[in-house]
């Protein structure tokens, strides 16, 4: 059945290639603060397969050694919240981006966090919230584009290229079972989500400019997760119509901070 579910995805990207279009793609790992030995696996994943990673480091607590641990791999920091520290109150879901707290304070820690990762990774730092649990009130979105970020990540279909001043690029696969065994999704659902995204893309069921986003998380990969990246990138690397995207680019040229301002 992987078999099965793997040439569907050939199938598609050839269907993209008759279509004379590229299939874009783009890959977001979350919740990175320190060296680890997780972390050491994927950025070689990244630098030995060349396929760009989106890395969504958490200000608070982040390492100075975590810029070294990125070594040359073509990897580019993202803003993940400030603490990923859940703010909301129960019954509600996990949320550190809400309208829980007085806006000034989540301004002030927004405010605190971009400008430690931009100390931090210099040009490797670009400015895009990823929101943790990839959950962000109305308000606290309004913000962004007066705090000086031009793009924000979460994840699902977006319904709109760019929202409240800022670029708008979603991720829609995630390899976590988060509310099952918190184990490798399985290749089947996998290959279903990003085959799916990709194919009502063409169709034009879904917003055709966003890049299909690929969504991992390191810190909880087991043996599933790592070997379907890599069986991912190995399959897709020789296609002609796929275009694995760095992040500045998935989010429109110009929006690579420049460390000197």
């Known amino acids: 059945m992987n078999g099965e579910a793997w040439q569907t995805l050939e199938s598609e990207l050839d269907a993209w290639q008759a279509a004379g279009r590229a299939a874009t793609l783009w890959w977001r790992d979350d919740d990175a603060r320190t060296p680890t030995p997780a ?7 990244s630098g030995g397969t060349g396929v760009p990673l989106g890395l969504a480091v958490i200000p608070e607590g982040c390492s100075d050694s975590l810029s070294g641990a990125l070594g040359v791999a073509p990897v580019t920091v993202l803003q993940h ?6 703010h909301a ?3 509600a879901k996990k949320c550190e981006l809400g309208g829980d707290r007085p806006l000034d304070s989540v301004r002030g820690e927004l405010e605190a966090g971009r400008d430690r990762l931009a100390r931090t990774f210099g040009q490797g730092f670009l400015p895009v919230l990823v929101p943790p649990w990839n959950r962000i009130s109305e308000s606290v979105r309004n913000l962004l584009g007066n705090l000086g970020y031009q793009g924000l990540s979460t994840f699902g279909p977006r319904p709109d290229a760019r929202a409240a001043g800022v670029a708008l690029v979603n991720t829609h696969v995630d390899l976590i079972e988060w509310r099952g065994s918190r184990g490798f999704v399985g290749t089947e659902s996998a290959l279903a989500a990003l085959t799916g995204h990709l194919e009502a893309r063409r169709r034009g069921e879904a917003d055709p400019g966003e890049p299909t986003g690929v969504l991992s998380h390191h810190l909880d ?3 599933g997760c790592w070997e379907f990246l890599e069986s991912l990138f190995s ?3 020789s296609h002609p119509a796929v275009r694995w995207l760095e ?12 460390a000197a301002q």
């Open 81 to 86: 919240g400030y603490a990923h520290a859940n």
């Open 39 to 45: 972390l050491d696996r994927l950025v070689a994943l």
């Open 89 to 91: 109150t129960p019954p």
């Open 247 to 258: 992040p500045a680019a998935a989010f429109g040229e110009g929006v690579r901070q420049d």
């Open 221 to 223: 990969h087991d043996g």
């Open 235 to 237: 399959s897709t690397a």
